[in-house]
């Protein structure tokens, strides 16, 4: 087998071996996102904690007693805005025991929360102006509904990748002849990759904004969307496009090297 086409099949094989292995993880270890996103996942729920907090104002309406209560806000926004931070402070102290309750998979409330998520729910901020059971719920709460979408996320994450890589090996066998245009499209993934072990490895938060981000994973996926355009190039085009920009690539470095179509 020439060194180009085993070179090109391993970098496949193992990046798509990298990406299976973490999306098989969310399926079969399930409390492996909990403990590897631990961090991020309690900041997340602080923000919602705060988010909440931040979100108290006095009833809405035309009538004499929201009026009335408009004003009194107004005047008193200060002290308001006080309690608003004594209540976030309150509240933040009570996070790390509650969160430690909610970890415990034999612990009843991940039942009674995974039902209710399935049922639409939605927090309310009236759960923090309430009794201390009623913030301990809204805490459990946000915190099954982020590792809930943080779990499907990175399952999208990792399943993205890992069926891109599985179509670089399959053209790599169904259009051998194609193998040096081949190298461009998995030279990008093996980019994206290195960075997104880099993350994992030493700033794990960073890596986990990218995949819970809408806007830096729709950016994600706009990459992904590009390297899978290279690839249906090569297998409908003959890689007329990639052949340009390799040879551009080529000319720019001085390079006398082309490529032809394949």
């Not at 094989?13 to 409390?31: C, D, K, Q, R, W």
């Not at 200060?78 to 790390?96: C, F, G, N, P, V």
């Not at 990175?154 to 993205?160: H, L, P, R, S």
């Amino acid at each position: 087998m020439p060194t180009k086409t085993l070179l090109l099949r391993t970098t496949g094989i193992v990046g798509a071996a990298i990406f299976l292995y973490f999306l098989s993880l969310t399926f079969y270890i399930p409390e492996w996102v909990e403990t590897f996103a631990q961090s991020f996942i309690e900041e997340e729920v602080e923000k919602r904690v705060d988010s909440r907090i931040d979100s108290i104002q006095p009833p809405k309406g035309e009538g004499s007693l929201a009026k009335y209560a408009n004003v009194l806000y107004a005047q008193n926004l200060e002290q308001i805005d006080s309690l608003k931070e004594s209540l976030k402070a309150r509240t933040h102290e009570k996070i790390a025991a509650v969160l430690a309750e909610v970890r415990n998979l034999d612990c009843e409330c991940r039942d009674k929360w995974a039902e209710v998520l399935e049922q639409g729910f939605e927090s309310n901020i009236a759960v923090l102006k309430a009794a201390n059971a009623k913030i301990v719920r809204f805490v459990q709460a946000s915190y099954m509904e982020v590792v809930e979408n943080l779990r499907r996320d990175i399952q999208i994450f990792t399943g993205a990748n890992s069926l891109t890589f599985l179509a670089l090996i399959a053209i790599s066998f169904l259009k051998p002849q194609a193998i040096t245009h081949l190298f461009l499209p998995g030279m990008l993934l093996v980019l994206s990759t290195v960075i997104c072990s880099y993350f994992y490895i030493f700033e794990q938060n960073w890596l986990l904004t990218l995949i819970y981000n809408d806007f830096l994973g729709f950016m994600y996926v706009g990459y992904l969307a590009v390297v899978f355009g290279f690839l249906c190039d090569v297998v409908f085009n003959r890689g007329r496009i990639t052949t340009e920009i390799m040879n551009a690539l080529l000319n720019a470095i001085g390079s006398a090297a082309s490529v032809a179509p394949c």
